[in-house]
Nanobody, 130 residues
Framework: QVQQVESGGGLVQAGGSLRLSCATA????????????MGWFRQAPGKEREFVGA?????????YYGDSAKGRFTISRDSTKNTMYLQMNSLNSEDTAIYYC??????????????????WGQGTQVTVFS
């Protein structure tokens, strides 16, 4: 089964940067089901989980971003390591959240709809302080 493991979270001062990693391993049980995209989501205390962005996993690596990430966050991948990254710059207190990575077998993973994602990591905490 597909497994996701996030790392790289921690404490960072406002205005600083942080890079998260998501290592993926395993295969889908159904050989006809593929991972089309990988996504990052986050959940702040008392708020619903929010789509941060996603990257195409099977093709050219096109990226998609939620409104909160545009211009500050960059998603990339290293296919040789089966790892996705989230580079976060200009962090502020509103970025404090648990960040999750997820693997999507749905072809519309780029919409950020959680139903397009089947495999989730445990999450990594990011705390931004001023």
């Amino acid at each position: 089964q597909v497994q996701q493991v996030e790392s790289g979270g921690g404490l960072v001062q406002a205005g600083g940067s942080l890079r998260l990693s998501c290592a993926t391993a395993g295969r889908t049980i159904n050989p006809y089901v593929s991972i089309y995209g990988m996504g990052w989501f986050r959940q702040a205390p008392g708020k619903e989980r929010e789509f941060v962005g996603a990257i195409n996993w099977t093709g050219g690596g096109k990226t998609y971003y939620g409104d909160s990430a545009k211009g500050r966050f960059t998603i990339s991948r290293d296919s040789t390591k089966n790892t996705m990254y989230l580079q976060m710059n200009s962090l502020n207190s509103e970025d404090t959240a648990i960040y999750y990575c997820a693997a999507g077998t749905g072809t519309r993973y780029y919409t950020g709809n959680e139903y397009e994602y089947d495999f989730w990591g445990q999450g990594t905490q990011v705390t931004v302080f001023s």
